[in-house]
């Protein structure tokens, strides 16, 4: 058995069988890590006993500034806490419950500093399933904003191996921080010891558990952020995804902490919120999702957003005209970037002068990807088929028969449909089991939503196949439509008619119907299931 520094080896021992692992890569030189390793330690105590960026600021918020040295020493007492008043033991799972702010952020590193393992939850979660989440897990321990308490309290009683919780913003973690000491001596991990559990938000069945080791944290950070979104010390970070969504948790704290950047943490955003902070604290990098990018750009306007240089969009496919609105609105490209929980973030993308309209982008340096048939054949050039990756990072999920789904012949599969095209860039089609199929031919729901959401009555929209006797499935829109417009035949028309002309005319929708807004999950998803369970409905 390899070194390890966890006394609970409850996450290790249901780590998937070997022989369904993914293959991974560490061909780039910056991926191959000492043995033994704490990305705490990495990111947090190196970044003032090595990097002297002690006194740089390190997060902002409304809460409050911390500088690396003050988030260090905020991190050590809680570590503190952890291990001498809530007896955490090394390989413990510890449940995070919280908004983006400086001490969510604290408490991650003190679960990692502690060789716990962090199992990071959306503020939004109710106690179902909190229960859900930390029966699978085994989680004993938990540190809970005072203000998110309730839920987790109603999952209490459902929840045998939940010990001790303590809470911060209102409850007793603070005066306990206070007595202990500034310094904590980090726990020996390995880099192949499990540092945090990420559960999918999961459309259909229980949450999985992903597993994600040392190694993992630091690979991410030394992957897309120094391949293509290039942060420098003095960025300033902002954006919406939770810290508990591993896009947010990359691109709200272990980047810009990688690079000796600041990051602003807000809780709540409004579109219109998110530009006030970044015109009042003049943010550099902003990470968030394509409808955030969206409803942005109509406001924009009324904003000095000049300090912004980079946008990384992920969660769902970047339509082009979002693109192009964003554009318009403040003359910079957006990143795309597909990621997905299962390989902790980001895995094809392009930024600046590779960047194709309509395409994601290419595996970027360190990771490998491939379109496959049904049979599992790579497909040549312009052939829509499931796209499979690898690389430093892949999918383990936490005791779970869905691992077989997701790996297989060592590659992962996200369960989109892509092609490639004679340029090596991928192209986004659908989610496999979105895929509509109409009289034959195969529909990508986002082809049509993209050229729907290029005419001007048109905020939002989605796009889903529903039965028909005689063609199988027909195209079905449902429509958000922008203030001033009417959601009458007459627009229906005008929408069909816009989209005959935009592609092919045989993928416009039959159907259209308006609605005031669109179900979508808290990471901003488009919840195809919940239109087609509401198209059967009716
Ligand atoms: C879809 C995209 C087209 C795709 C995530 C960045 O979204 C993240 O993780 P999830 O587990 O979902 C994964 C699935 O979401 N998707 C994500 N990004 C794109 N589709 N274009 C994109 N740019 O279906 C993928 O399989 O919630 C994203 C970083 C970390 C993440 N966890």
Same mark, same amino acid.
């Not at 009555?457 to 195209?475: H, K, L, S, T």
């Given at each position: 058995?390899?070194?390890?520094?966890?006394?609970?080896?409850?996450?290790?021992?249901?780590?998937?069988? =070997?022989?369904?692992?993914?293959?991974? /890569?560490?061909?780039?030189?910056?991926? =191959?890590?000492?043995?033994?390793?704490?990305?705490?330690?990495?990111?947090?105590?190196?970044?003032?006993?090595?990097?002297?960026?002690?006194?740089?600021?390190?997060?902002?918020?409304?809460?409050?500034?911390?500088?690396?040295?003050?988030?260090?020493?905020?991190?050590? =007492? /809680?570590?503190?806490?952890?291990?001498?008043? %809530?007896?955490?033991?090394?390989?413990?799972?510890?449940?995070?419950?919280?908004?983006?702010?400086? %001490?969510?952020?604290?408490?991650?590193?003190?679960?990692?500093?502690?060789?716990?393992?962090?199992?990071?939850?959306?503020?939004?979660?109710?106690?179902?399933?909190?229960?859900?989440?930390?029966?699978?897990?085994?989680?004993?321990?938990?540190?809970?904003?005072?203000?998110?308490?309730?839920?987790?309290?109603?999952?209490?009683?459902?929840?045998?191996?939940?010990?001790?919780?303590?809470?911060?913003?209102?409850?007793?973690?603070?005066?306990?921080?206070?007595?202990?000491?500034?310094?904590?001596?980090? *726990?020996?991990?390995?880099?192949?010891?499990?540092?945090?559990?990420?559960?999918?938000?999961?459309?259909?069945?229980?949450?999985?558990?992903?597993?994600?080791?040392?190694?993992?944290? %630091?690979?991410?950070? #030394?992957?897309?952020? =120094?391949?293509?979104?290039?942060?420098?010390?003095?960025?300033?970070?902002?954006?919406?995804?939770?810290?508990?969504?591993?896009?947010?948790?990359?691109?709200?704290?272990?980047?810009?902490?990688?690079?000796?950047?600041?990051?602003?943490?807000?809780?709540?955003?409004?579109?219109?919120?998110?530009?006030?902070?970044?015109?009042?604290?003049?943010?550099?990098?902003?990470?968030?999702?394509?409808?955030?990018?969206? %409803?942005?750009?109509?406001?924009?306007?009324?904003?000095?957003?000049?300090?912004?240089?980079?946008?990384?969009? @992920?969660?769902?496919?970047?339509?082009?005209?979002?693109?192009?609105?964003?554009?318009?609105?403040?003359?910079?490209?957006?990143?795309?970037?597909?990621?997905?929980?299962?390989?902790?973030?980001?895995?094809?993308?392009?930024?600046?002068?590779?960047?194709?309209?309509?395409?994601?982008?290419?595996?970027?340096?360190?990771?490998? @990807?491939?379109?496959?048939?049904?049979?599992?054949?790579?497909?040549?050039?312009?052939?829509?088929?499931?796209?499979?990756?690898?690389?430093?990072?892949?999918?383990?999920?936490?005791? #779970?028969?869905?691992?077989? @789904?997701?790996?297989?012949?060592?590659?992962?599969?996200?369960?989109?449909?892509?092609?490639?095209?004679?340029?090596?860039?991928?192209?986004?089609?659908?989610?496999?089991?979105?895929?509509?199929?109409?009289?034959?031919?195969?529909?990508?729901?986002?082809?049509?939503?993209?050229?729907?959401?290029?005419?001007?009555?048109?905020?939002?929209?989605? *796009?889903?196949?529903?039965?028909?006797?005689?063609?199988?499935?027909?195209?079905?829109?449902?429509?958000?439509?922008?203030?001033?417009?009417?959601?009458?035949?007459?627009?229906?028309?005008?929408?069909?008619?816009?989209?005959?002309?935009?592609?092919?005319?045989?993928?416009?929708?039959?159907?259209?119907?308006?609605? #005031?807004?669109?179900?979508?999950?808290?990471?901003?998803?488009?919840?195809?299931?919940?239109?087609?369970?509401? @198209?059967?409905?009716?």
């Amino acid at each position: 058995m390899d070194y390890t520094a966890h006394v609970d080896t409850f996450a290790r021992d249901r780590l998937p069988p =070997r022989d369904q692992w993914p293959e991974f /890569i560490f061909d780039l030189p910056e991926l =191959r890590y000492p043995e033994r390793m704490n990305c705490a330690t990495e990111l947090l105590d190196k970044a003032v006993t090595e990097h002297g960026w002690g006194e740089r600021m390190a997060i902002l918020s409304p809460r409050g500034n911390l500088s690396y040295r003050q988030l260090l020493e905020t991190a050590n =007492r /809680i570590a503190g806490v952890l291990v001498e008043d %809530m007896g955490l033991v090394p390989g413990n799972r510890v449940l995070l419950r919280g908004c983006n702010s400086p %001490m969510m952020a604290a408490c991650w590193f003190a679960v990692q500093k502690a060789g716990g393992i962090a199992v990071a939850t959306m503020p939004l979660l109710r106690a179902r399933e909190l229960t859900d989440v930390i029966t699978k897990a085994e989680v004993s321990l938990a540190l809970c904003e005072h203000e998110l308490l309730g839920e987790l309290d109603l999952a209490r009683p459902a929840c045998p191996s939940l010990g001790r919780v303590a809470c911060w913003y209102g409850g007793d973690l603070e005066g306990r921080m206070a007595a202990k000491p500034a310094d904590f001596s980090n *726990v020996a991990t390995s880099r192949d010891d499990i540092a945090l559990i990420a559960f999918t938000s999961g459309t259909t069945g229980k949450p999985k558990g992903t597993m994600h080791f040392h190694r993992d944290v %630091m690979a991410i950070c #030394d992957c897309f952020p =120094r391949s293509t979104l290039k942060p420098a010390g003095d960025d300033l970070f902002c954006g919406t995804p939770p810290l508990a969504f591993t896009f947010g948790l990359g691109g709200m704290l272990l980047f810009p902490m990688r690079f000796g950047a600041a990051t602003l943490l807000l809780e709540r955003l409004t579109p219109e919120a998110l530009l006030k902070a970044i015109q009042d604290h003049r943010a550099t990098i902003c990470f968030t999702a394509p409808t955030f990018y969206r %409803m942005m750009a109509g406001l924009a306007a009324g904003f000095d957003i000049s300090s912004l240089r980079k946008c990384v969009s @992920a969660g769902e496919a970047l339509p082009v005209a979002t693109r192009e609105l964003w554009r318009q609105a403040t003359g910079i490209r957006i990143i795309d970037g597909i990621g997905a929980t299962e390989l902790l973030h980001i895995f094809i993308s392009a930024a600046g002068d590779d960047i194709r309209p309509g395409a994601t982008g290419k595996p970027i340096p360190g990771y490998v @990807a491939a379109v496959f048939d049904e049979d599992g054949n790579p497909l040549p050039p312009g052939r829509i088929g499931r796209l499979g990756v690898k690389g430093p990072t892949g999918c383990r999920y936490l005791d #779970d028969p869905r691992q077989a @789904a997701y790996v297989h012949d060592g590659w992962n599969f996200t369960g989109d449909s892509y092609l490639v095209d004679a340029d090596g860039y991928f192209h986004y089609q659908a989610r496999t089991d979105d895929m509509i199929i109409s009289a034959g031919y195969n529909i990508g729901g986002p082809e049509v939503e993209d050229a729907l959401l290029q005419h001007p009555a048109v905020a939002e929209c989605g *796009v889903i196949g529903v039965a028909d006797p005689d063609r199988g499935q027909v195209v079905k829109a449902f429509v958000v439509p922008r203030p001033g417009f009417q959601g009458d035949a007459a627009l229906v028309a005008a929408l069909q008619e816009h989209v005959k002309r935009a592609i092919a005319p045989y993928k416009y929708p039959r159907l259209v119907e308006f609605r #005031d807004a669109l179900p979508r999950t808290e990471t901003g998803k488009l919840q195809r299931f919940r239109l087609r369970e509401q @198209a059967k409905g009716q």
